[in-house]
């Protein structure tokens, strides 16, 4: 619901910002300057790649990373499609985890890999394995294999593809 003749939402906000200063900066990370006109275009790409794994509006989808880039570009991914953008707070266990994404069922799990050792015992019943992801570096997010052990680093060629740096052009793609 609008409060205002003039307001938008969030996305709305950032593609408009994008448009009109496409190269201003949206925030900065250590060295690195996100512009929005870069921050949408990875927002609309990650939001594509959502929307190829079946995510829609309504549905929610746990985030569960550090304050880091590509949390930002997650929930605005969200807001793209209208999805429910739930962040996990990084300093539960695995023991306070397990009730709240019983009670909150998401549709697709999005992590850290650092943090993945915090779910990666959550019975697939609550989390199915096929709808975990984890960033095992920058912009770049796989499906961890069951018999894979993290933090290791795991081969591009033995994963499926939810959203690939800007040097690969693969978004929810089997790249075997």
Request: charged share 25%.
């Amino acid at each position: 619901m609008r409060i205002g003749e003039n307001s938008m939402t969030p996305i709305e906000a950032l593609y408009q910002r994008a448009r009109t200063s496409p190269n201003g900066v949206a925030f900065i990370v250590g060295d690195d300057k996100w512009k929005y006109g870069w921050l949408a275009a990875q927002a609309e790409r990650v939001a594509r790649g959502l929307a190829g794994r079946g995510i829609r509006k309504g549905n929610r989808i746990a985030l569960h990373m550090p304050n880091r880039p590509e949390f930002v570009v997650a929930v605005y991914a969200c807001f793209h499609i209208g999805a429910v953008a739930v962040p996990l707070n990084n300093r539960l266990e695995a023991a306070d985890l397990k009730p709240l994404l019983e009670r909150l069922r998401p549709a697709l799990y999005i992590g850290d890999a650092n943090l993945y050792s915090k779910v990666d015992a959550i019975d697939g019943s609550i989390l199915p394995r096929e709808k975990r992801f984890v960033f095992i570096r920058r912009l770049c997010c796989v499906q961890p294999r069951e018999q894979q052990a993290y933090p290791t680093v795991p081969s591009i060629r033995t994963q499926r593809w939810l959203h690939c740096s800007a040097s690969r052009s693969c978004v929810a793609a089997d790249d075997a």
